[in-house]
């Protein structure tokens, strides 16, 4: 059966689907669903590539707040990434195995991300596929630039 004789014959049939309620119509992720450190290094490599590099003492409240601003799933929910105790936990764990694997340093006078040419290659390849997860960090690299911009123009204002 191809594509369309599928949809006529669905078309023809009176098919249907329970679906079951589960309490929320809208679908809401929990802190857990996305605190895994490969993701999480690459956020992180992300950030430290850009032309504002990263106080060290903000990372982990910079990728919560980008991965807040890049997933419907995370915007308006009680979760609060960008305060996460977790969540700033595992970001100092993929810092550590970032600057273990020479993929970034830490600039200790500045005490700001610097990303090594290893890192540039590695995070340039993800981001330069077709595919889920480079579709992903384009959305979390322009929430970044985003945050860093809205901070900028506070301080203008002020």
């Known amino acids: 059966m191809n594509f369309e004789n599928f949809f006529s014959s669905i078309a023809d049939k ?29 956020i992180v ?44 936990v595992r970001t100092v764990k ?7 694997t020479s993929l970034i340093e ?9 990303i090594t040419e290893l890192g540039k290659k590695i995070i340039s390849r993800a981001t330069s596929q077709d595919d889920d997860l480079s579709y992903n960090l384009a959305y979390i690299a322009r929430a970044y630039r985003n945050i860093c911009v809205a901070k900028q123009l506070d301080l203008e204002l002020e």
């Not at 060290?56 to 409240?61: C, K, L, N």
């Open 106 to 114: 830490v600039n200790n006078r500045q005490s700001r991300l610097a």
């Open 14 to 42: 009176s098919i249907s689907l329970p679906v079951a309620e589960f309490g929320s119509s809208r679908h809401q992720l929990n802190n857990e669903a996305l605190f895994q450190l490969p993701l999480i290094c690459l």
């Open 94 to 100: 993929a810092i550590t195995f970032l600057e273990k």
């Open 45 to 88: 490599l992300l950030m430290a590539k850009d032309k504002r590099k990263p106080r060290v003492s903000e990372v982990g409240q910079l990728v919560g707040e980008s991965i807040e601003g890049a997933m419907p799933g995370f915007k308006g929910s009680a979760q609060h990434l960008g305060w996460s105790a977790n969540l700033r």
